[in-house]
């Protein structure tokens, strides 16, 4: 019993990177062949490219790095209705500090057109993350999609004034 084998050479459009990234090869045209056939040789065209850090561009980046803030923010948000068509939205309301100190206590209102709620979160430990689980009721679930107003009760962190705790806090998305 003979078998009768057609090999026909496949053309294939690939991209390869380099192993740091840089050196980029792009729609290299190879012609994939039987093991038997001598490959040609076809020369390459590799492009670099790296990022030009200026100085201002160096000054930013360390900047961000070294921004002291305490970051709200909000994940997990869900709505639901219930059989006698109440909405319930629920969420999780995160505290992320990237202060090199604790923070004792933090208390504030989240306000968004429709809806407000208090929140207060106690002992923050320095440069950590926390949160809590939370649930609201009503029709202003529906317009928490956009940035609340925050009203900061109170901030507390050891040799800050109130108001230069409150000028940490920023809303992000």
Known sequence: ?????????????????????NVVQTDQKSTLVSPNTP????????????????????AKASQKENLQE??????????????NGSITCTMRFYVQSTLNQNISNISYRLNWPKIETPLSFDS???????????ALLGDGCY????TPNIIVNRCRIKGMTQQQCADLIRWVK
Request: a positive charge; zero cysteines.
């Open 1 to 21: 019993m003979g078998m009768l084998v057609f090999m026909f050479p496949l053309i294939v459009y690939s991209q390869i990177f380099s192993p740091d990234n």
């Open 39 to 58: 490959a040609k040789s076809q020369p390459t065209k590799t492009i670099q490219t790296k990022p030009v850090l200026t100085d201002q561009s160096m």
């Open 70 to 83: 305490i970051r709200l923010y909000m994940r997990d948000f869900q709505i639901s209705k219930n059989l």
């Open 124 to 134: 923050i430990a320095a440069k950590s993350v926390t949160y809590q689980n939370y």
């Open 143 to 146: 317009t928490m999609d956009k």
